[in-house]
C-alpha cells in the first residue's frame, strides 16, 4: 500500500496582500485602489456595501494608506520571515501600482521595479513565490469609469496587466492566482469585483455578468502566464469552509446544497472549463443571461487551472427553519447560522478544524486536483508584553489544531501541495480595517488609529511555526 505522507517540499509558508500590508498608497506613482476609500472600524462595513457614499466622505484616517509600510520594510519582513523558515510567500501585486489609472498606456516603471526587488530578495532567501494578481484592489479609476468588473472594459484592462506582469517576473513566480477568493464576488461585490452600485441594488444579472468576466480572466491568465512561463503553475482560489446542513431536515440538507453550489460555480468552470448544468438553470430561472463574446467559451474550456487554492477559516452552518435562522453567526462575509458545537474567536468566527479536513475531501472528492491552502489563521487580539514579545498560546493552539487535521486529510489521500498561514506578519484587517485583529507570528506596532513606531517583534508562535517547517511536519504524523 502507498503511504500518504507530508512531502518533502511541502510549501510551509505565509501569506499577505498588497492592500493590507504594502501602505505607500501614492508613492512612486502608484494609483489608488478600492480598498484606499475605506476606513476602519464601525464604519468600515457600511462603507464597503455603499461605495458610491464612502468615496464621498472623508473619514480622516484610512489604514491602507500606510498599513503596516511593508513596501518600504520588506527586507527586514522577508529576513525575518526567512528565519523562520518560510519556503513560500505569497503576496498579491497591486494592480494601481502598476497601472495607476487601470488603463493607461504604459505600465507605470516605478511600480515594476518594486516588485523585481521583492521578488529577487526572496529568491536570496530561496523562497518560492505565489502571486495573486486580484486581491480585493481593483484599481479606483476603473471602477469610477466602468462601475466594475460587470464591465467588460474592466476584462479588457485586466488581460494587459496580466500581460505585463506575467512577461516581467517570468521564471520569478512559481505559482499564479488570478483573482484573490472568487467567489466573495457574491458576498462583497465592491472588495471582490469594484462593482460599485450598494450591494443591495446589484441585480443578479450584474453579479454574474462581473463574475463571467472575472472566469474569462482566469482563464486568459491561465493561458499568458503559461505562454511566459511553461513550468509555472496557475490556480484558483476559493473562500472555502464546508457548508453543513443544521439538521438532517431534508429542506436544510437541500438549503446546504444550494449554497455548495453558489459557493463552488465559480471554482466548477475554473477546473472544469464550462458553466455547470445547475448554473444554466439557475440563470434560467432568475432570467440571468450572460453577455458573451465569441469564443469565450473555448477559451474558458482550454485554460483550466493546475491547482485550487483556497482559504479556510470556518465552516458554515445553514438552516431553514425560522427559529434557528434567528442564530445567526459571524463569519468572513458569509452568513450562517451559529453551530452550537464550535467555539468561536475574539470577533465571533467559529473554530472547526476538523472541517478543514472534512473541505480538503470534499474539494478533492470533486476535482482531483492538488489542494494549496494559501490561508489559515486566528485574528485576535495580541497584547505585547514588557519583554517585547506576545504569549499567543492561543494562536499556536489553532494551528496545532488545523495542521493536525490537514496532516490527517493529506495521510487519508488528498494531495496538498503547501501550507501558508495568513498574515503571517500582523497587518490591516480587510473586513474590520482594524489592526488590533492581528494574525501574525510577528507583531508590528501600530493600533487602530495608525499610531505606533511601526517596529517588528517576534511572537511566542514564530519560534513555534519555525520549529514546524523545520520538522516538515513531523509532530503532526
Ligand atoms: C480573506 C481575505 O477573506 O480573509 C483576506 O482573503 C482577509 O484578505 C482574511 O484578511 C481575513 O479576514 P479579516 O477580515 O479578518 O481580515
Same mark, same amino acid.
Given at each position: %500500500? ?28 502608484? &494609483? ?63 494592480? !494601481? ?12 516603471? !516605478? ?15 530561496? %523562497? ?21 468588473w460587470?464591465?467588460r472594459?474592466?476584462l479588457d484592462?485586466f488581460v ?14 512559481? $505559482? ?7 467567489? %466573495?464576488?457574491?458576498?462583497?461585490? $465592491?472588495?471582490? &469585483? ?14 454574474y455578468q462581473a463574475a463571467h468576466h472575472q472566469l474569462m480572466a482566469s482563464a486568459l491568465a491561465v493561458k ?45 468552470v475554473q477546473?472544469?472549463g464550462y458553466y455547470?448544468?445547475?448554473a444554466k438553470?439557475?440563470f ?5 443571461y450572460l453577455e458573451m463574446n465569441p469564443g469565450d467559451e473555448e477559451i474558458l474550456a482550454a485554460h483550466t ?20 435562522? &434567528? ?27 476538523? &472541517? ?59 494531495? %496538498?501541495?503547501? $501550507? ?18 492581528? $494574525? ?38
Amino acid at each position: %500500500m502507498e503511504q500518504y505522507q507530508i512531502p518533502n517540499d511541502f510549501a510551509w509558508g505565509g501569506a499577505i496582500s498588497a492592500n493590507q500590508a504594502e501602505g505607500a498608497f501614492q508613492t512612486d506613482g502608484k &494609483g489608488l485602489s478600492a480598498v484606499d476609500i475605506l476606513p476602519a472600524g464601525k464604519e468600515r462595513s457600511y462603507a464597503i456595501f455603499h461605495p458610491s457614499e464612502a468615496m464621498k466622505k472623508d473619514y480622516g484616517y484610512y489604514p491602507s494608506h500606510e498599513a503596516i509600510d511593508f513596501y518600504h520594510h520588506y527586507k527586514e519582513d522577508l529576513a525575518l520571515l526567512a528565519e523562520m523558515g518560510i519556503k513560500c510567500f505569497r503576496t498579491s501585486i497591486s494592480w !494601481a501600482r502598476i497601472f495607476p489609472n487601470g488603463d493607461d498606456a504604459e505600465p507605470n516603471e !516605478a511600480g515594476l521595479q518594486f516588485y523585481d526587488e521583492l521578488f529577487a530578495e526572496c529568491e536570496r532567501y530561496g %523562497m518560492d513565490v505565489l502571486v495573486t494578481m486580484n486581491h480585493f484592489d481593483t484599481p479606483l479609476a476603473l471602477i469610477q469609469k466602468y462601475g466594475g468588473w460587470s464591465d467588460r472594459h474592466v476584462l479588457d484592462c485586466f488581460v494587459r496587466y496580466v500581460k505585463t506582469i506575467c512577461h516581467r517576473y517570468r521564471g520569478k513566480v512559481k $505559482y499564479w492566482i488570478p483573482v484573490n477568493e472568487i467567489n %466573495m464576488l457574491m458576498h462583497v461585490p $465592491y472588495l471582490g &469585483g469594484g462593482l460599485l452600485k450598494d450591494a443591495d441594488q446589484l441585480t443578479l444579472q450584474e453579479k454574474y455578468q462581473a463574475a463571467h468576466h472575472q472566469l474569462m480572466a482566469s482563464a486568459l491568465a491561465v493561458k499568458i502566464a503559461k505562454q511566459e512561463d511553461p513550468s509555472c503553475q496557475v490556480g484558483c482560489m476559493l473562500a472555502a469552509g464546508s457548508i453543513y446542513p443544521y439538521s438532517c431536515r431534508p429542506d436544510d440538507v437541500l438549503a446546504a446544497l444550494a449554497s455548495d453550489h453558489e459557493t463552488y460555480f465559480f471554482i466548477d468552470v475554473q477546473v472544469r472549463g464550462y458553466y455547470p448544468s445547475y448554473a444554466k438553470a439557475f440563470f434560467m430561472e432568475n432570467e440571468v443571461y450572460l453577455e458573451m463574446n465569441p469564443g469565450d467559451e473555448e477559451i474558458l474550456a482550454a485554460h483550466t487551472v493546475d491547482f485550487i487554492a483556497f482559504s479556510y477559516y470556518s465552516s458554515r452552518c445553514v438552516a431553514t427553519d425560522a427559529e434557528v435562522t &434567528g442564530k445567526q453567526a459571524e463569519g468572513n462575509a458569509f452568513l450562517g447560522v451559529h453551530n452550537p458545537y464550535l467555539e468561536t474567536s475574539d470577533w465571533g468566527w467559529q473554530i472547526d478544524a476538523k &472541517g478543514l479536513r472534512i473541505t480538503m475531501h470534499q474539494l478533492y472528492d470533486r476535482y482531483q486536483k492538488p489542494l494549496f491552502i494559501v490561508e489559515n489563521g486566528l485574528g485576535a487580539a495580541d497584547e505585547l508584553t514588557a519583554e517585547k514579545t506576545v504569549e499567543d498560546d492561543y494562536r499556536i493552539a489553532y494551528h496545532e489544531a488545523h495542521l493536525k487535521e490537514m496532516v490527517r486529510g493529506i495521510k487519508e489521500g488528498v494531495p %496538498m501541495l503547501g $501550507y501558508l498561514s495568513w498574515g503571517c506578519i500582523d497587518l490591516i484587517s480587510s473586513g474590520s480595517g482594524e489592526m488590533k485583529k492581528r $494574525y501574525g507570528f510577528i507583531y508590528v506596532d501600530k493600533d487602530n488609529n495608525g499610531n505606533g513606531t511601526l517596529r517588528r517583534y517576534k511572537k511566542k508562535s514564530f519560534g513555534w511555526y519555525q520549529h514546524v517547517i523545520e520538522t516538515n511536519g513531523a509532530e503532526f504524523l
